[in-house]
């Protein structure tokens, strides 16, 4: 018993008792914090009167499973939150499983929220998440591999689809899953550093979700989803650039509506990295592209700035961006009043106090804007940081300087891949049967055509 | 180390560029350009906009120089900020410098890339000065140049002149089958801000000192098959022993070219719709018929005069000489296109169809 | 690991890297040569592509690239990119950045350049998909000037001196500068190429620098032409559009992406060509290549380079297009036959 006790560091929580089960003595521990005690003593009762009828296999249910001992899957079972039952004669342990551990129930995320259509969020526990997948989908090729980790009996997960998926990217997953060095962590943040192509891209190689509804969509595509045990969000990969502009909206509306609005998004990325980056450069190097009937007003109010625009548009999207973390920071109510404040206030004095033009605030407006929409997080983080160095070239080169920046973020993005598999895929390698997937939302009435999402027509080159 | 050293290497551009930046904030914006003087002596107003208190108004400079760029460059002894003719609207230029090459003054603006090639060009008559100030604020507003502008583009809408960008002058100032032909601004005399007088012959690179009223300049467009937007004439007829005025607006045409060794017949198929005709109704055809012969011959008449003027004045704007160098190089081979336009026989000839009588039935 | 590409591609990095940076200027000479015969001369010339690449489509394998041969392209392709550099520090010096040095703009070329080398040979590949919006933008803005055309520019024929048209006919090779590009190329793809797609190829490209051609032509009286080296950009900078002045100044930059990928293209040529043990130390041997370009590059940008290193590139295009592959090919295709014949 004290050995017992002992390999649980003599935990408060962790509870040993001698009891006896049909007259045989048995210990019975647990970790208190984590069983339903009711469900065990049920359990308990129930296996006394299987042995008393003398049932053969009396300790195999739903619920239990009886083994013989093994220190280590002692322990495993107990830091899962199951109670164990050991027969120290006949050398069995006996796991009852009866969790209970606080959780909420399955909202809808706040961070991805939808006008229509599914109002559901996954929840810290792998099998309630598991649970909303498979009620949703239920069909028999949704396959769920888990691998273990050292010093900690959680595990990684990872679902797709068998027919869906191309064999390679699951194996690619399933090889660095299990080349990863393990390390305990808690975050999926920490899981993709581990198994991401390129660590230093700025651009994120696997797509988070917390919606049941978008990993159904992401597997019906052929993607991998790698659920952790501890954490609500999921990574979906591998994904393309373009995976990040699409939203669940778009296959809860219409149509036309929801090409409409992907089309918008995707003129935002451009507009989110290059407008500032534009104006400066038109500011500072080529005003004579400025049609005539706009100069006058323009100089008007660009006349007595004492900053270059490269100053004033620093100046401005720091703003913003000082804005943004303060609301977020904020419990909500006053996150909008400092919004309000920011965005109104501050932006009207910054004008009269002669700091910025009026223009400069109508494009740095426009592109905060613009870089919200992305669907995506993440993105959305990597867009807003990606028009600094474009602003820096525009201010030493003009056009010249954002070409050369265009270009190199354009081969940046054909050298990524994300789990070996080219980052801009349907545009660059073409493949024009997922092409105008992109830029349109195609009409839905043909689900047995599934596209599957990475799986390349054999002539096509990598 | 080594990835430091590359690092501050790739910077150094950064560190230093800046080179041609050229801040919209010290720009000061010329809006109107007016050339005078001749080769040596070349005198050039500028007009720009100045803004003070939230109002906006247009400042003059003038300087002098021995040629274009030279005067340009002196003009910054006088401003406080840098001269930038890249937003120009309009190129002024008196109708004495135009009489010599043209070119010489054209060329600076042909040549600097950062210039704008679409601004309209036109000839003065008169004192440049009274162009470039407005004495009659209220008639036009402030702002001249977009004043000109607009004028020029209703000349040409209206096909009262022509109206070309300073690209386009360079081509048909080049252009060997085809020359310039430029509008005339003048100060009117009651409204006391510059009018439409007319459309200045070109031969060669160098203006002739013909020019074409607005009535001719229409005929001119109708013979050069290039109308604008609205085409309107208004003639004496006579129907039925009365005499009155009818008013037609050009509707489409077709326009053939006869050439056989010095002749050259031109003949139009016009057809016109009915603007403004008092008498009535145009309904029996007999009398439609009248009037469209009526209106042949006047035509015709003018077309044949405004040929006459052409080949006094030797200047081809109708774009003759191009259909005869591609077609007829026996004829062009003659010599200058412009001294043989003069010596050519050339017979118009018009036939007008009432197509629309502008009522319904 | 060997590359594999498709036809497709092929013809696409075919396309930009002969395109690339010549088609803006090759109309000014031309024209100026040959008048208004230019444009029936480049027609003829130009179809003269479709026999040239059939040739080179038949008997590619052929072409052996080793040794000497090897060097030889190495050297002609790094003489083409560095006097492409030096055209574009030239244009740009000229067009938009009056003060900045021209050493400057080419670090920047080559800065870009380095990264494409850097990457991996599937980048280099597809790059060029990105030009294809870019290319359509273009031809529609280079179409708005069809209004302000004169038919008549493109007559009379035949005026033009046999000793003029000769000169012209030198002039017109410009465009095919990058033809030999095909027979490295071609390895690459696996299995036959249909001639039809090399046809088809040919016809796009006959057709792309045939209306670059017509079209300034139509737009300008000839005598223009010897103002403006860049016809095309001047087209597109009288284009009135409400929304921006100065077209042109977005399409020099069209332009400059386009040289920028033509030379990655060539790049990686050069870099196929370097024996196995030279390619392991791939960055530092890309960087060392980049100095060296700018080195040679930076020498070649005044005007009267830009005139020289263009006519050398007519001539040396004559041997390297046509001679040497003409000689390659047929000895490898006698010597092989008779080394085949008497092992047998």
Request: with cysteine; charged share 20%; glycine share 6%.
């Amino acid at each position: 018993m004290q050995i017992i006790k002992n390999e649980f560091k003599n935990s408060a929580d962790f509870v040993v008792k001698e009891v006896e089960i049909a007259g045989t003595a048995a210990f019975l521990c647990f970790y208190s914090t984590m069983i339903d005690a009711e469900a065990v003593n049920k359990q308990l009762r129930l296996l006394e009167d299987r042995v008393d009828k003398g049932a053969n296999g009396w300790g195999s249910s739903a619920s239990t499973s009886a083994e013989a001992f093994h220190k280590d899957k002692l322990v495993t079972a107990i830091c899962e939150g199951s109670a164990v039952l050991i027969f120290p004669k006949s050398n069995l342990m006996l796991e009852i499983k009866a969790i209970k551990v606080p959780e909420r129930s399955p909202d809808e995320p706040v961070n991805e929220q939808v006008v229509r259509g599914m109002h559901q969020g996954f929840v810290e526990n792998f099998s309630s998440n598991i649970g909303l997948i498979r009620n949703k989908m239920k069909r028999p090729d949704l396959v769920v591999e888990s691998f273990a980790m050292e010093r900690t009996v959680s595990k990684l997960n990872i679902v797709y689809l068998a027919d869906q998926a191309a064999p390679e990217v699951v194996q690619e997953v399933r090889e660095r899953l299990s080349n990863m060095p393990n390390k305990e962590f808690y975050s999926s943040g920490q899981l993709e550093d581990y198994i991401e192509d390129r660590i230093l891209s700025p651009f994120p190689q696997f797509l988070t979700t917390e919606r049941p509804d978008r990993v159904t969509y992401n597997l019906l595509e052929g993607k991998v989803a790698i659920f952790t045990d501890s954490s609500p969000t999921t990574l979906l990969g591998p994904v393309n650039l373009f995976s990040f502009y699409e939203s669940p909206d778009d296959y809860t509306s219409r149509v036309l509506v929801g090409s409409f609005y992907r089309l918008v998004r995707l003129l935002a990325f451009f507009l989110a990295i290059l407008l500032p980056a534009f104006y400066i450069s038109v500011m500072s190097f080529h005003s004579e592209i400025l049609p005539v009937e706009l100069t006058t007003q323009v100089k008007s109010s660009v006349k007595d700035i004492p900053y270059p625009p490269i100053f004033e548009a620093l100046l401005l999207e720091l703003f913003i961006e000082l804005i943004r973390e303060a609301s977020i920071r904020l419990p909500q109510p006053i996150g909008q009043t400092v919004a309000i404040v920011g965005g109104i206030v501050i932006g009207d004095a910054i004008v009269s106090a002669g700091l910025a033009s009026n223009q400069m605030v109508i494009v740095v407006a426009m592109t905060a804007i613009a870089g919200f929409v992305v669907p995506s997080p993440e993105l959305n983080m990597v867009i807003r940081m990606l028009r600094f160095p474009f602003m820096i070239l525009a201010a030493t080169f003009g056009f010249l300087g954002m070409l050369i920046g265009t270009l190199i973020l354009f081969v940046h993005l054909l050298n990524l891949s994300s789990l070996n598999q080219p980052y801009l895929s349907p545009v660059i390698p073409f493949d024009p049967t997922r092409f105008k997937d992109v830029f349109f939302r195609v009409p839905y009435f043909r689900p047995d055509r599934q596209q599957p999402f990475f799986r390349l027509g054999g002539k096509k080159a990598k | 180390m080594k990835k430091l050293m590359i690092c501050l290497v790739l910077c150094i551009p950064f560190l230093a560029g800046c080179w041609d930046n050229l801040s919209f904030r010290d720009l000061q914006v010329v809006t109107l350009i007016g050339i005078e003087g001749e080769k040596g002596n070349v005198t050039i107003h500028f007009s720009f906009p100045s803004q003070t208190d939230d109002q906006i108004e247009y400042l003059i400079a003038k300087a002098q120089g021995y040629s274009f760029a030279d005067a340009k460059n002196e003009i910054n002894v006088r401003t406080s900020e840098v001269i930038d003719i890249s937003q120009l609207e309009v190129l002024l230029i008196s109708e004495e410098t135009a009489e010599s090459n043209l070119i010489e003054y054209m060329d600076n603006l042909y040549r600097t890339p950062r210039n704008r090639l679409s601004s309209k060009v036109a000839l003065i008559r008169g004192d440049m000065e009274s162009f470039m100030t407005q004495t009659n604020p209220q008639g036009i507003g402030k702002n001249v140049p977009d004043f000109i502008t607009h004028l020029l583009q209703t000349s040409d809408d209206y096909s009262m002149s022509t109206s070309h960008d300073i690209q386009k002058v360079g081509t048909l100032l080049f252009s060997e089958g085809k020359d310039l032909a430029l509008p005339v601004l003048q100060i009117g005399e009651e409204s006391g801000h510059p009018e439409i007088a007319g459309t200045a012959l070109f031969k060669g690179k160098s203006a002739t000192g013909t020019v074409l009223t607005t009535s001719q300049s229409k005929i001119m467009s109708i013979m050069e098959h290039n109308p604008g937007k609205f085409l309107r004439g208004t003639y004496e007829v006579e129907v039925d022993g009365k005499k009155d005025l009818i008013t037609i607006e050009y509707v489409s045409g077709k326009k053939d070219w006869k050439i056989e060794g010095d002749k050259v017949r031109m003949s139009y198929d016009i057809d016109v719709e009915i603007e403004e005709f008092p008498i009535g109704p145009v309904l029996e055809k007999n009398r439609i018929e009248i009037l469209e012969k009526q209106l042949s011959e006047q035509v015709t008449a003018n077309m044949q005069d405004l040929l006459s003027v052409l080949q006094e004045a030797g200047s081809d704007p109708l774009g003759l000489g191009r259909t005869v160098r591609a077609f007829h190089p026996d004829l062009w081979k003659r010599g200058d296109w412009n001294e043989t336009f003069s010596e050519l026989d050339i017979k118009a000839d018009a036939k007008i169809k009432i197509r629309r009588t502008g009522i319904l039935n | 690991m060997k590359l594999h590409i498709t036809s497709l591609q092929l013809f696409l990095m075919l396309f930009v890297a002969m395109t690339g940076t010549v088609f803006t200027s090759f109309q000014s000479q031309l024209v100026i040569a040959a008048g208004r015969d230019a444009w029936w001369l480049f027609l003829m010339q130009g179809l003269l592509i479709f026999p040239h690449l059939w040739l080179f489509n038949r008997y590619y394998q052929d072409f052996k690239w080793k040794g000497l041969i090897a060097f030889l392209y190495g050297i002609y392709w790094f003489f083409v990119m560095a006097s492409f550099l030096g055209y574009i520090g030239y244009t740009l010096n000229v067009w938009a950045y009056p003060k900045t040095p021209t050493f400057v703009i080419m670090l920047l070329v080559v800065i870009v350049l380095f990264y494409l080398m850097m990457s991996r040979s599937e980048t280099m590949v597809n790059i060029g998909v990105i030009l294809i919006p870019m290319i359509i933008l273009f031809m529609v803005f280079v179409y708005l000037g069809l209004k302000e055309a004169v038919w008549t520019n493109l007559f009379p024929l035949g005026e033009t001196k046999f000793s003029d048209l000769q000169k012209g006919s030198l002039k017109a090779q410009m465009p095919f500068i990058g033809i030999e590009l095909f027979l490295l190329l071609r390895t690459f793809v696996p299995g036959k190429v249909n001639s039809r797609k090399v046809m088809i190829y040919g016809g796009v490209w006959l057709l792309f620098f045939l209306q670059m051609l017509v079209m300034p032509l139509l737009f300008f009286s000839v005598e223009e032409f010897r103002l403006i080296p860049e016809p095309i950009m001047y087209m597109l900078k009288s284009q009135d559009v409400s929304f921006m002045e100065r077209l042109d100044l977005l399409f020099i930059y069209i332009w400059l992406a386009w040289s920028f990928i033509a030379m990655g293209i060539y790049a990686f040529s050069i870099l196929h060509l370097l024996p196995q043990k030279i390619r392991i130390r791939r960055s530092r041997n890309a960087a060392l290549f980049c100095i060296l370009l700018l080195a040679v590059g930076t020498q070649l940008d005044s005007k009267e380079a830009v005139r020289m290193s263009g006519q050398f590139l007519q001539y040396a295009h004559l041997v390297f297009a046509i001679a040497l592959p003409f000689l390659v090919i047929s000895g490898n295709r006698i010597f092989g036959k008779r080394r085949g014949e008497e092992s047998a």
